[in-house]
């Protein structure tokens, strides 16, 4: 059965704190991204990583940084949280299959408080 | 990528067929169509995709307009789980744009 794990469910941090969200999947998946989701915004992609050390901008990058050391883990990282940082964060991974990309699998989730 | 739209909300009644409508109309030729749902407090959950002939697959069938501007999920038992945020997204490429997607409630 294909996972994507996400570090906590709940998350609750001080505004100015340094945040670092993990995301870890187990099917083997070149692509892995970053959404946050924002009731009446959907979902925004914040940052991708296609390979390992590999890293694009999404449509929000600004207070976010990401890592992917290994092909497996993908973290997102709010270097200074603030309270408009308070969302649902999701992970997600996809194999690579030329232009369909396939299906993404997503994680379950953290919720994060900034206050 | 190409915009969609979706109604906003839709009700079903259980054990019908559900089918929820996207409009992409400036979808471009090698744009697919994704269709995803989210139950509440879950991760959104892969159900179907397509270029330009129907689909169909354990969850759902996906109808394609022959001029690709608009599509159909069709879900065609509904029980009460599949009550849930259904999103069409269309992309070519790595990014996905999930818009509000159709709120569908399967009622007893």
């Known amino acids: 059965d294909v996972k994507v794990t996400q570090s906590s469910r709940y998350l609750v941090k001080r505004t100015g704190e340094k945040v670092f969200l993990e995301c870890v999947q187990d099917?083997?998946?070149?692509?892995m991204f970053w959404y946050r989701q924002d009731p009446g915004l959907g979902l925004r992609l914040i940052y991708f990583?296609?390979?390992?050390?590999?890293?694009e901008k999404g449509d929000i990058p600004e207070g976010y940084s990401v890592s992917r050391e290994k092909k497996e883990r993908f973290s997102l990282i709010l270097e200074s949280a603030s309270t408009n940082q308070t969302s649902m964060y999701l992970c997600?991974?996809?194999?690579?299959?030329?232009?369909?990309?396939?299906?993404?699998?997503f994680g379950p989730g953290t919720r994060l408080t900034v206050t | 990528d190409a915009k969609t739209t979706q109604p906003p909300s839709m009700d079903c009644a259980e054990g019908r067929a559900a089918n929820l409508p996207c409009n992409h109309s400036?979808?471009?030729?090698?744009?697919?169509v994704y269709w995803y749902r989210q139950i509440h407090s879950q991760g959104p959950q892969y159900i179907i995709h397509?270029?330009?002939n129907n689909e169909t697959n354990e969850m759902a069938s996906l109808i394609i307009t022959e001029d690709r501007k608009s599509s159909t999920l069709i879900l065609p038992h509904a029980t009460l789980r599949d009550t849930a945020v259904y999103y069409c997204?269309?992309?070519?490429?790595?990014?996905?744009?999930f818009g509000p997607g159709t709120r569908l409630s399967v009622l007893p």
């Open positions: 997600a991974s996809t194999a690579v299959r030329g232009l369909s990309f396939g299906e993404q699998y």
């Open positions: 099917m083997d998946h070149e692509n």
């Open positions: 990583s296609y390979d390992v050390k590999m890293k």
């Open positions: 400036t979808i471009s030729g090698n744009e697919y």
């Open positions: 397509g270029l330009k």
């Open positions: 997204i269309v992309r070519a490429g790595q990014n996905f744009v």
